[in-house]
């Protein structure tokens, strides 16, 4: 692939393909939050057809992340970018393997949901609390589209908001199964900390890759843990 | 800093940094080996001073893993690095974002039995395999420092076979769970599912690194699940 393409500067090659790397980001986020949607309503209506679909999709998000992993090694061989067009195409390495992530967890809480169809995976006494996990997660997805769409950094501090109400329903699912009213089998419990855990560690992925697109957007430092 | 030093020659200079980035990517192992050592000490003997050191400590390699982090993207920057060298410095990067998070799974186990303090943090019937999970965590901690030191792949293909063992372990402590003579409470199944979970997660993301470092030697490229 040449670096310059008609009267285009490398300049503006190089731009054009860090606008391709971001639709392919905002792509992959978009497989995510379908992911996401069908994996709760599977969990929460026990939909065994659609936890299968989402299982059998991941896979999708997958090739999808290590395409955009080779678009950005490839950038990074033929621009060899620095400063800030460096941390961008280093970031988006980041971001997709945050994404890859979230997928994996919305697999797993699809994958609870066959095993124990057609058994609902919790209790009567957690389904709200799960709902809400549900709804909160789906809703981080969505605005972490726009988030990747527009890097509108209010849209980052919306996402850490809901991720702090995710976390909050986290520990309210050990005080009820730790409560004096919890009636579960031990299945139950092992599927309630399990759906729990996949549920706050997604939202987790989320505010990691809200991070770093604030970072980019106000030129802060990437934490480690970020 | 200059491109040059002396006499050497800028691949000499790059062979240096990459030199530097290995060795550092062995401490980071090796803080992380530690880390391991005493958690899982910790959790099996209930011992609550040794939990608080492994938790005070996680941020030293938090800040290790940001340091290699930026000297691998200043290298990125500064020598420009294409095809196979490019691939290094970026699996670097993945590298010491895996020992990131080993680090933490480390820093979980030892919260778990600092939470449950003066209790142990499983009942007797489940100690033997939680003893044998932290020891096979613990081997596959230390092949991953020789992985790392000399990139060896036979070492990478036994990290793979003890975490194969990890995961049978990991199984099986379900099996328990779920079997009709467990006895434990909700907590104690509450307990076990998260530890059991943090060491296979410990395991899992040393199998990542070592299939980048296989990766590495042997030309093939990172699948995106690696």
């Known amino acids: 692939m040449p670096v310059t393409k008609g009267s285009h500067t490398m300049r503006e090659v190089f731009q054009?393909?860090?606008?391709?790397?971001?639709?392919r980001l905002v792509e992959i986020?978009?497989?995510?939050?379908?992911?996401?949607?069908?994996?709760?309503?599977?969990?929460?209506?026990?939909?065994?057809?659609?936890?299968?679909t989402v299982i059998a999709d991941d896979h999708k998000i997958d090739a999808a992340a290590q395409q955009l992993d080779e678009l950005a090694i490839n950038i990074l061989?033929?621009?060899q970018p620095v400063a800030r067009d460096l941390r961008i195409v280093v970031s988006a390495l980041r971001i997709s393997a945050s994404l890859e992530r979230m997928g994996d967890m919305s697999e797993h809480i699809a994958q609870l949901a066959r095993y124990r169809?057609?058994?609902?995976?919790?209790?009567k006494s957690l389904r709200p609390t799960f709902a809400s996990m549900g709804e909160l997660?789906?809703?981080?997805?969505?605005?972490l589209?726009?988030?990747?769409?527009?890097?509108?950094?209010?849209?980052?501090?919306?996402?850490?908001?809901?991720?702090?109400?995710?976390?909050?329903l986290h520990l309210s699912v050990f005080d009820k199964v730790l409560g004096a009213t919890w009636k579960g089998e031990a299945i139950d419990t092992v599927d309630a900390t399990l759906a729990s855990r996949y549920h706050e560690?997604?939202?987790d992925h989320a505010v990691s890759i809200?991070?770093?697109v604030q970072y980019l957007a106000t030129g802060d430092w990437i934490p480690a843990d970020a």
Chains 1, 2 share one sequence.
């Open 16 to 23: 054009q393909e860090l606008r391709e790397v971001q639709e």
């Open 29 to 52: 986020a978009d497989l995510v939050a379908l992911s996401i949607e069908h994996a709760t309503r599977a969990f929460n209506e026990s939909n065994v057809a659609l936890a299968e």
């Open 77 to 79: 061989a033929r621009q």
């Open 117 to 123: 169809f057609p058994d609902k995976v919790v209790p």
């Open 137 to 143: 997660d789906v809703e981080i997805a969505r605005k």
């Open 145 to 168: 589209v726009d988030l990747l769409r527009t890097e509108d950094v209010q849209i980052a501090e919306d996402i850490r908001n809901e991720d702090d109400k995710v976390d909050a």
């Open 201 to 203: 560690r997604f939202a």
């Open 210 to 212: 809200a991070k770093k």
